[in-house]
């Protein structure tokens, strides 16, 4: 363990040192004008880190006063340790051993809720909480993650420089802004990743397609994937699903793909996503249809029981393989931009409903490098945000409407053909009805308030009269009162 006098000597530290933890601090470390503190509840692992990287110059400690002491003031330390209880058990040692002014990072994937209780109870004490969104996985954290701190304009100045010397660079900006207060960070982070969650599974889905109905191989279809990543298609999960579908498994010599048990997990934020959606009221139907196909897939008894169930009563064939291929990234392209415009919009609602004052413009600026989701399209999402900030619908900017329009037929060839195929496409399928939702003229919701009206007097509001209406239904006649005229 390194020696500390009485001055302090780390501008930054790092409190948990699994491996994101432990490659932050790497990351840190090698960036001029940094020196990292790092702690860790089993010393074993802090000395691991400290004698195999002895070129980052760590400050170790043996106790968390011994990290404090070893601080410069304010004090600033990221905690990278399990969400939950142990993110709160860390937060309350920081708090006995910080001082006024001093700030405390939660860089996990905590519920924003979480970090909007943490903020305001750290926030009494006299110290700055910030929740900190990182995204990109092991690699981004050594190599430039994109980070969405929430928190203090106090707190961020002390903060921002660090943050943005480690983050992720795309056409010289750091993939680093200021969110907003308390939770905003975290809550953007969540979305961030249920659209990852409708990406991957769109993704998914056109690979079924293309496997599926078209016969084509893995490797046959890893070379489309390359394809499409030259084009407007072009992102970092296109990119790692061409790796994948190359993939040869050592031990039988079978396409990767096909030794995968064919059941995906989850680890909470997509569900996270669609349950704060359902309590704004947003409709996010392409992340719920992710989040819904994991745990269909998750579900073998069931499965196994309805394999024998009947599927469509004659077969389907396509008739020309390129038209087909052609026309499932079409689909996927304009699918991925409705998973988008969704999450603008639950982005848009939660700021409203907390209070942030989010620009949709940065977020999509540092969502360009660095995360799961980079993809060089999300330029045209700043861009149509710059041009329009109180844009109304991601997906009825100029850009976006004319992307759709064009790859309209074609996707709506895809959810008809796969549905006569009987191969599931319930991203592809929710998406193309969400779009059908938003530019109709007039929807069944109408009938939908007579229903609710006739059994539980729940009132309607007509086109004809302002105020809200009650029908006295009886039998072959009815009547109608104004219940509120306000």
Not at 404 to 417: I, K, L, P, T
């Amino acid at each position: 363990m390194a020696e500390h006098g009485s001055q302090a000597q780390a501008n930054i530290g790092v409190v948990g040192l699994a491996v994101m933890g432990s490659n932050l601090a790497r990351n840190l470390a090698s960036r001029e004008g940094n020196t990292v503190a790092v702690y860790n509840r089993s010393a074993e692992r802090t000395n691991v880190l400290v004698s195999e990287h002895p070129e980052a110059g760590f400050i170790s400690a043996a106790s968390i006063q011994e990290f404090a002491q070893s601080l410069h003031k304010p004090r600033t330390a990221i905690i990278m340790v399990k969400a939950g209880q142990a993110t709160d058990a860390v937060i309350d040692q920081l708090c006995d051993v910080f001082e006024a002014g001093d700030i405390i990072v939660d860089g996990g994937n905590a519920l924003f809720t979480d970090t909007i209780r943490r903020e305001k109870a750290v926030r009494e004490k006299g110290l700055n909480f910030v929740g900190a969104g990182i995204s990109g996985g092991e690699e981004g954290a050594l190599n430039g993650p994109s980070i969405m701190p929430g928190g203090s304009a106090e707190a961020y100045e002390t903060l921002g420089p660090i943050l943005s010397s480690i983050a992720a660079v795309v056409d010289g900006d750091p993939c680093v802004t200021h969110i907003g207060t308390d939770g905003a960070g975290h809550f953007v982070k969540m979305i961030h990743n249920g659209i990852e969650y409708a990406d991957m599974q769109l993704i998914a889905e056109a690979y079924d397609l293309l496997r599926t109905a078209a016969g084509m191989s893995p490797a046959e279809i890893a070379d489309v994937f390359a394809e499409w990543n030259k084009g407007e298609l072009e992102s970092y999960l296109i990119e790692i699903t061409a790796e994948v579908l190359r993939q040869v498994d050592a031990k039988t010599g079978k396409p990767f793909i096909d030794v995968v048990v064919d059941q995906a997990g989850s680890k909470g934020t997509g569900v996270w996503t669609v349950q704060t959606a359902l309590d704004l009221g947003v409709p996010v139907s392409g992340i719920a249809e992710a989040v819904f196909a994991r745990a269909v897939s998750s579900k073998p008894a069931q499965r196994a029981a309805a394999s024998a169930l009947p599927g469509p009563a004659s077969e389907w064939s396509i008739d020309n393989l390129d038209t087909f291929v052609e026309d499932v990234r079409r689909a996927l392209y304009a699918s991925k931009i409705v998973a988008y415009s969704q999450g603008f919009d639950a982005i848009v609602a939660g700021a409203e409903q907390y209070g942030w004052d989010i620009k949709k413009g940065e977020v999509a600026k540092i969502w360009r490098g660095g995360c799961i989701i980079r993809a060089a399209f999300l330029n045209r999402i700043t861009e149509a945000y710059a041009e329009d900030p109180s844009l109304v619908a991601l997906i009825t900017a100029p850009y976006f409407t004319e992307a759709v329009a064009g790859a309209q037929a074609s996707w709506r060839r895809v959810v008809a053909e796969s549905a006569l195929a009987g191969i599931p496409a319930p991203g592809f399928a929710s998406a193309l009805a969400y779009y059908d939702s938003l530019r109709a003229e007039r929807l069944p919701a109408a009938l939908v308030q007579g229903q609710r009206d006739f059994f539980g007097a729940h009132t309607y509001k007509r086109v004809d009269a302002e105020g809200t209406f009650h029908t006295l239904w009886s039998g072959d006649r009815s009547e109608v009162e104004a219940t509120d005229s306000h």
